[in-house]
């Protein structure tokens, strides 16, 4: 701050006696005519010295209304953000700067949290907890009346909770059974509220940047600071993840790192099955493949002038609008299609998708028209709109597979050892990803993604012998043929008459959660009169035994899937253990990973 205050006074004190020597001379030349030449010296230097001590009080406020500005932005935006509002100032005058950031402030004043590190979210988070807490004793002791239960006292506390909820911009506490000490037990924990404002304040944070021009070709995606953000964040998780190991009663531990490294590889191998699984679903039936890229109107570019303020979320939202319409439309006319949906931003953060289809010739193209003609509902007169709304590219098999194109989507964020950026790679679209809460892949026509992962990672043969179908569904999950598998299940398009034919049903259980509440979960299918559950039991969180030499305490309990005879990670079979699908956690309350 002291050299800007240097430099800018050099630079004023040059601009200073460069006026004054103007105004000495203008003043000297009027004043000549009418005055004999010593009084109009006097008068020309009496002028000139006035209009120097007026500049002068004019660059002392200027100065401490900039320090004033400066100290005031950084207590309310980030670095990056107070920089490009300072260097604005700087480069207006006077009134018109000062009039720019009240404005600035005024459109964002309805939230305070953007300059807010990871500590003072904790802080905050407790302070939600209280102000709760404090919520529920007042009403209590405003209730007075004997004729007023507690559960009033509840109902009107848990109202006010909500409230506050929404003015801090975190969605309300449910229950799914409406228990207000359910809700009241959310509200009353640090850990429910944390996460919640960290994903907030870090979305708010990156639509700010947006607003403010910092993602753009020099930083696309998402804006520097927020990739700094994220890559602590994946650093903070691989060092708990590394001082962790999960153990069950027969004493099994597994790594935390070694566990979610497992899981990423699970889930990269299940990518790829399912892209080369329609690649060998386009060729067993004879089918057509296309390409379909579907962009936002201009509106919602950030780079174009036409920009409304569309947030990436709400674009995303429109562009699944867009896609649900034309689903209705396809299921409306009958037609069988089977695709994977990629998203992904542009350099100025606003998404696109990429649809990879095969299907009857026909009945592909008809589809690829539907979503044109749905595209087109907003805006789709305007320039541009018929050329780049809606690009459909057609497979010609003398230029190769659309496959291999498509591929590229899935394998293009894994490193050389296979692990997605997920938790081990850090790049700016995985920042934009995280902090808007956008999915990147996703796919239709396919059989439910639970019925393959039951028979990949928990079915046998035993449970497998009373059908045939089963038992084919069982050999093609267990080789990773993906189009083999949706053949043998007998697979068609559609989940009703999937559902109606072969008796397919998730098996479901209750279970209480830490706030007291009951839910449900999926532990097992039934398909064609077999039935395929999972193996479960209790694991407990431990700190490595590496790490720690005093007693190891119990962090967290959790339940998930056990891999069969999973080895101590001091056996030798250790890595060959890690080759099997990895356990999958099946609790609705997080592992408390310090992010």
Not at 528 to 535: L, R
Request: charged share 30%; net charge negative.
């Amino acid at each position: 701050m002291q050299l800007k205050s240097y430099l800018f006074w050099q630079l004023f004190i040059k601009a200073a006696h460069a006026e004054y020597d103007k105004v000495l001379e203008e003043t000297f030349l009027n004043e000549l005519p009418r005055r004999n030449r010593k009084n109009a010296e006097k008068c020309a230097i009496k002028v000139a010295e006035a209009s120097f001590q007026n500049r002068l009080i004019e660059a002392a406020e200027y100065t401490q209304v900039y320090q004033e500005t400066e100290k005031s932005l950084s207590k309310l935006y980030r670095a990056d953000v107070c920089s490009l509002l300072m260097r604005k100032f700087a480069s207006m005058n006077f009134k018109e700067a000062v009039q720019y950031i009240e404005d600035f402030n005024s459109r964002h004043a309805d939230f305070q949290f953007f300059a807010f590190d990871d500590d003072a979210i904790s802080k905050l988070a407790n302070e939600c907890v209280e102000h709760s807490k404090n919520l529920l004793i007042k009403e209590y002791q405003t209730l007075i009346n004997p004729m007023k239960n507690d559960l009033q006292a509840y109902e009107i506390a848990i109202q006010k909770m909500h409230e506050y909820a929404q003015s801090m911009h975190v969605a309300p506490a449910t229950s799914e059974d409406k228990s207000p000490e359910v809700i009241f037990a959310k509200y009353s924990d640090d850990a429910w509220w944390r996460p919640r404002l960290r994903t907030v304040i870090r979305r708010r944070r990156e639509e700010l940047a947006i607003e403010c021009g910092l993602v753009n070709k020099h930083s696309p995606h998402s804006s520097k600071f927020g990739q700094a953000e994220r890559k602590q964040q994946l650093e903070r998780n691989q060092e708990w993840a590394e001082k962790n190991v999960i153990t069950d009663a027969n004493e099994i531990e597994i790594r935390m790192s070694d566990l979610i490294k497992s899981k990423d590889k699970a889930y990269q191998a299940k990518l790829t099955a399912k892209v080369r699984g329609l690649r060998d679903l386009q060729d067993e039936y004879g089918w057509h493949a296309c390409m379909i890229t579907l962009t936002c109107p201009s509106k919602m570019h950030p780079s174009s002038k036409k920009y409304d303020g569309t947030t990436p979320k709400e674009a995303v939202k429109h562009l699944r609008g867009v896609w649900d319409r034309s689903r209705t439309q396809k299921g409306n006319e009958g037609l069988t299609i089977y695709n994977m949906r990629v998203t992904q931003p542009h350099k100025d953060a606003t998404p696109h998708d990429h649809f990879y289809c095969i299907g009857d010739r026909e009945e592909l193209m008809r589809f690829a028209e539907i979503i044109r003609e749905q595209s087109l509902r907003v805006d789709g007169d305007e320039k541009g709109a018929q050329e780049r709304r809606c690009d459909i590219i057609e497979e010609d098999l003398e230029k190769g597979h659309l496959s291999s194109y498509a591929s590229r989507y899935v394998t293009r964020y894994a490193n050389p050892d296979g692990e997605t950026c997920a938790t081990d790679q850090f790049t700016s679209e995985d920042t934009y990803n995280s902090a808007h809460g956008i999915r990147k892949i996703s796919w239709s026509g396919l059989p439910p993604d639970e019925c393959w992962d039951y028979f990949y990672k928990h079915a046998t043969e035993e449970m497998c012998e009373g059908s045939q179908q089963a038992l084919a569904a069982l050999a093609a999950a267990k080789e990773g043929r993906y189009a083999a598998f949706c053949i043998a299940i007998g697979w068609a398009g559609k989940k009703s008459e999937f559902i109606d034919e072969y008796q397919y049903k998730s098996v479901k259980e209750q279970y209480t959660t830490k706030y007291g509440e009951t839910k449900s979960r999926t532990t097992g299918i039934e398909y064609d009169g077999i039935k395929i559950e999972k193996d479960i039991k209790k694991w407990f969180i431990f700190a490595s035994r590496k790490a720690v030499t005093a007693a190891i305490p119990v962090i967290e309990i959790v339940v998930c899937t056990v891999i069969p005879n999973y080895p101590r990670y001091q056996d030798s079979a250790y890595e060959e253990a890690l080759k099997l699908p990895s356990p999958e956690f099946c609790t609705a309350d997080p592992v408390p990973i310090p992010f």
